[in-house]
Structure formats: structure tokens, C-alpha cells
């Protein structure tokens, strides 16, 4: 399921300076308790346990987060990102400074944890869409400063990602519709920002109705049309319009209740903004062990 990425590259995203600013967020001066109490040479050993079933995201984070405190941490890996998980098991083991690994700690659980949350809706929704081409995708409904691993955890459960962020797309909602003046209006004038600026972007436009989707259709010049809040009998009379001639995208609060009849009217793309707002956090501790 899991496939290898890197995440720098996909989100232009710089995982050290991540961790760099969420320690400086959780240490500030310092960790005191640790400095009171553990002796600065002290030896320690931990184990990541799961203690609820789903699937893991957030493992090479973690291992780029413990390398980050100190480089003298040796990390064992048993399950890696996208694997099965269910309570009991252990991930990972840590061991080498103790205060480093208490440092550790608590980023690596509350990026692992909310990982893994989202990994395993993201597979839940995907696994009732098999049989069909429908991919499952994500939305920019993401926690700021944490969009590239909600994304990239997106990935790891076997969903796609729709798109970064602003600025690798022209998304044409109902707002953008309403103040350009229409859409006809609306796609021209992306039509041509895209030649001004020679640029290589892929057009999308939100249809509200059958008639925008007519609308749509007829002015063309788009890779993609997203059809949002559609019913099932209405989601197919504008499949049937599109004959295929544009990527299609359903949207629009779709659950795992109602996901499987979405896809099967053939869309191309189902999109979960509540993949990322609206998700459990998975169960994980680190628990020192001998």
C-alpha cells in the first residue's frame, strides 16, 4: 500500500525545520523535569506501543525526530509506515540518553498519533471503494503547519493527495465563480492568467447544479469538474452529461456510509475533507523498558 516518498520534495516541506520549531515550541529554556531529575549520563530504553488497531503513519518521522535530538539513539524498527497495526504490538524501540529520548517523546506521539488517525480513515474510506477507479482523496481543510504530514499520511493509508496547497492548482469554487462574474468569465480569465504567467496548471471547476454543469461543459478549456453536494441520482444524470470528457470529483459531506454508492456511479475522484479536520487520533504511548 505504502510507497516510499519524500516529503521535502512532494510539499516543499522541511522536515527539519519542522522539528526544529516544534521543540523550540515544547522546550522553550528547557526540559526542567528532565534536568531535575534524570542524571545528564543516564541510560534509558523505550518501547512505542500500540494500544489500539489501525494503521501506522509517522514511523520515518519519528526515526528523523529521535536523530534529531541526538544522533546517538539507536532505533529499531518493526513496523513501518502503512503497516497494520493492532493493540499490543510495538513499532519501535529506542534506547541510548534518557533525557533524549524524554525530549523525543512527545513530539514523536503527537505527530505519529494524529499520523496514524488519519492513515487509517484514509484506508477504511479506500477499502470500500474497492472494485471501483474512484481514488480517495484529501482536501486544504488541514491543520496549518502541519498540511505536508496530514498529507503525507493521507498517502500512507492508500489515498491521493488533491493538491498541496494554493499555489499547484487553479481551483475554481463558488466564491471564485460569483466574483469573477459567472463562469464562463471565470475560466476565460484562468485561461489566460495561466498563458500570461507560463505556467503549467491544471484547471479545476466546482458545478453547484446540473446547470452549471451544462455551463461548464459548454465553455470547456478545464481538466476537471467538481461536483459538489450531488445526490446519487443527481451525481449520475451528470456523469452521463460528462461522458468522460473531463475528470470528475464528488464532494461534499460523503462518509463511509455513503462513500461505496458514490464511487460506484464511476467518478473519478471522491474527495474526504474530514480525513484531516475531523479525524480520531490513534492510541500509541512510548513506555520506558528495561
Not at 471503494?129 to 481543510?141: A, L
Not at 493509508?157 to 459567472?182: E, F, Q, S
Not at 461543459?217 to 441520482?233: A, E, H, S, T, Y
Request: glycine letters at 8%.
Amino acid at each position: 500500500m505504502y510507497r516510499e516518498i519524500d516529503a521535502e520534495k512532494l510539499y516543499n516541506f522541511k522536515i527539519e525545520r519542522f522539528i526544529r520549531t516544534a521543540l523550540a515550541e515544547d522546550e522553550g529554556d528547557g526540559d526542567h523535569t528532565s534536568l531535575a531529575c534524570i542524571p545528564k549520563q543516564a541510560f534509558g530504553k523505550a518501547q512505542l506501543l500500540v494500544k489500539e488497531d489501525g494503521i501506522v503513519a509517522g514511523v520515518e518521522l519519528a526515526w528523523s525526530i529521535f536523530m534529531y535530538i541526538d544522533d546517538s539513539l539507536l532505533v529499531n524498527i518493526f513496523i513501518n509506515d502503512g503497516g497494520k497495526i493492532k493493540a499490543g504490538d510495538v513499532v519501535l524501540t529506542v534506547e541510548g540518553n534518557a533525557r533524549s529520548i524524554l525530549l523525543a517523546e512527545r513530539l514523536v506521539l503527537n505527530c505519529m498519533q494524529r499520523m496514524s488517525g488519519i492513515a487509517t480513515k484514509t484506508n477504511e474510506l479506500v477499502m470500500l471503494c474497492e472494485g471501483t477507479d474512484t481514488k480517495v482523496i484529501d482536501t486544504r481543510k488541514t491543520t496549518p503547519n502541519f498540511r505536508a504530514l496530514e498529507k503525507w499520511a493521507v498517502l500512507i493509508g492508500g489515498g491521493a493527495n488533491h493538491r498541496i496547497g494554493l499555489y499547484d492548482m487553479i481551483l475554481i469554487k463558488d466564491n471564485h465563480i460569483d466574483y469573477a462574474g459567472g463562469i464562463r468569465k471565470s475560466i476565460i480569465a484562468a485561461r489566460n492568467y495561466i498563458k500570461g504567467k507560463g505556467k503549467k496548471l491544471k484547471i479545476e471547476i466546482e458545478a453547484r447544479n446540473l446547470e452549471e454543469v451544462e455551463a461548464i461543459i459548454k465553455v470547456g478549456r478545464v481538466q476537471r469538474i467538481m461536483l459538489d453536494n450531488f445526490d446519487i441520482p443527481t451525481l449520475k444524470k451528470a456523469l452521463k452529461l460528462i461522458k468522460h470528457r473531463f475528470e470528475t470529483e464528488a464532494s461534499g459531506g460523503i462518509t463511509e456510509k455513503t462513500i461505496a454508492s458514490y464511487a460506484k456511479c464511476g467518478v473519478d475522484f471522491i474527495s474526504v475533507g474530514a480525513l484531516t479536520h475531523n479525524v480520531k487520533s490513534l492510541d500509541l504511548s512510548l513506555k520506558a523498558i528495561d
